[in-house]
Each structure stands twice: as C-alpha cells, then as structure tokens.
C-alpha cells in the first residue's frame, strides 16, 4: 500500500515528525516555544539578547544537521530564484511580516496550531492565502516567477 | 548547560526535519501554494507530521514544569491584532515570491548557494526594521 503514496510524501511526513518532536524539545525541555523567526529576529533586534547563548546553539543545530546529513542522503537541491530583485522583496517582507505577526510557519503553524491557538490558526490561513494568491498572480498570470 | 543541550537537540531535530521533508526545496513549497497550477500537497504532510508531536507534547504540559524549571509559556490573549493579519499578509506575500521561510532559510545556508545568502540578508534587514515599522503603523494606524 505504501508504494501507492509519492515517496515525497512519506519523505514529508517523517520529516514533519522530527520538526513537531524538535519543538517537543524546546517545550518540554526549555519551556519555549520553538519560533524560527523570534529564535532569530530576537537576536537581530536586541529583545532576545537575553538568552542568546540558547538560540544561536538551537541555530547551529539547524545548520549542522543538513551538513551531517548530506553524505547519507544525498544533496538537496534549493531550485531557489536568482532574480535578486524578488529575493530581496521576499526577505524584507518575510521578515518585516514575521515579526509584526509574532510568528511563521513554526511558531504560528506548528506550535500555534497544535495547542488550537486562535492567533497561530488566523496566521497561517492568512500566510497561506497571501501565499496562494501571490503565486497565482506572480506564476500563472504574469510568469515572472 | 542544560539548556544549551536541549536547544541543540532541538535546533538539530528542527533542522534534518527540514531539510529531509523537502521544505527547503523551493518549488516544493512554491508547489503546495501553487493551487491553480500543479499543486504539490507534500508541505500538508510536513505540517500534519509537525502537528501530532507538538499537540502531544502541549498536552504533556498540563500540570508539569519544564525540566529546566520555570514555567511553560501561557496562552496568548486570543486577540486578533490588525499586526497579526497585516503581518502574516506581508509574509505570505515574500513567503510566495521565493518559497522560502525563516526556518528553511537557515537551514538551507550550507547548501543553498548564494540566493540563499542574499534572501537571509534582506530578512535579517527586515527583522531590523520591524520594530520601526511596527511603532509607526500604531501611530499612523491605532489599533483600537
């Protein structure tokens, strides 16, 4: 039956379950909620200086982990843009909005949602939609991206 | 010490998730926003893998401390801040032009190439600002 399911799929779920337990970490560990835009963003705008030993540990695992793997999986190709235009666009906007929101896809999408917070569920069908609806126009209508 | 420990395991956990699941792959996720087109469902299955571990773990909570000791963070207050949805709109839009987010942008940096690198710049710049931006959108705009 498993062979009826796109591998990318399953890929997807298992990865999904190391990123949820990831999180379990952080909360039942440190008693944090596991946000990679506020991990970061705090240590950019000074509000996280605080405990800045504990995310820029939690960020070099995030980094470390995909090199450790590389060998036994074989590389990840990005497929990302080389418009430097629209990545800058992006980055400013992924950023500004992140932090306005106080959350992304990890701390709104995953950990909001799973404990049903109303603001993580708002977030991520806004983000999503913002996202849905800037494709279509970006891809199907003008096919710039 | 232990704390350091706990955020490298997580940091780790978070970062082969991401980068196994595929997410750090753009047009998987230009794919899953891509519903009027080929629309690849791979990132609800991140999502929902996501899902189960943490609502286990939320539950696990209840009535417990962290192992580091002091308290599990406390629900938000449910409000639906105007920053929330403007917030959230600005990322989806930056989130669609390049199918990339905080957490695959620096999981990707060791072998995204150079895009990847000047996506992490702008946002870094956009964390920057957005302090700026938020105290003059509740000037300009109060919420109440």
Not at chain 1, 68 to 74: D, E, I, R
Not at chain 1, 75 to 84: D, G, L, Y
Request: proline share 6%; charged share 10%; with cysteine.
């Amino acid at each position: 039956m498993l062979n009826a399911i796109p591998t990318d799929w399953l890929w997807g779920l298992g990865g999904g379950l190391l990123i949820g337990l990831g999180g379990a970490v952080f909360l039942l560990g440190n008693g944090r909620v596991m946000g990679a835009s506020g991990i970061i963003g705090g240590l950019v705008d000074g509000t996280g200086w605080g405990s800045w030993a504990e995310r820029a540990v939690f960020l070099l695992g995030v980094v470390l982990l995909p090199i450790v793997l590389t060998p036994a999986v074989g590389p990840v190709a990005t497929h990302a843009t080389e418009n430097v235009v629209l990545l800058v666009a992006a980055g400013l906007l992924v950023g500004i909005g992140t932090r306005l929101a106080n959350g992304c896809t990890s701390g709104h999408g995953v950990c909001g949602i799973s404990r049903l917070s109303i603001r993580g569920i708002v977030a991520t069908v806004f983000y999503i939609m913002a996202g849905g609806l800037t494709v279509l126009i970006f891809r199907q209508i003008l096919g710039i991206i | 010490m232990q704390r350091l420990v706990f955020s490298f395991i997580a940091g780790g956990l978070f970062g082969a998730g991401l980068f196994l699941s595929g997410m750090t792959d753009t047009t998987k996720v230009q794919g899953w926003l891509d519903v009027f087109g080929n629309w690849d469902p791979t990132l609800a299955f991140v999502m929902g893998g996501a899902i189960l571990p943490m609502a286990a773990a939320w539950t696990f909570t209840r009535g417990r401390k962290p192992l580091v000791g002091g308290d599990f963070p406390t629900p938000p207050e449910p409000r639906l801040g105007r920053n929330l949805v403007v917030g959230s709109l600005m990322f989806g839009i930056g989130w669609g032009l390049v199918g990339l987010c905080p957490g695959p942008a620096i999981a990707s940096l060791s072998y995204g190439g150079w895009p990847h690198w000047v996506f992490l710049s702008a946002m870094l710049a956009g964390f920057a600002f957005a302090p700026k931006i938020r105290s003059q959108l509740d000037t300009a705009l109060p919420a109440e």
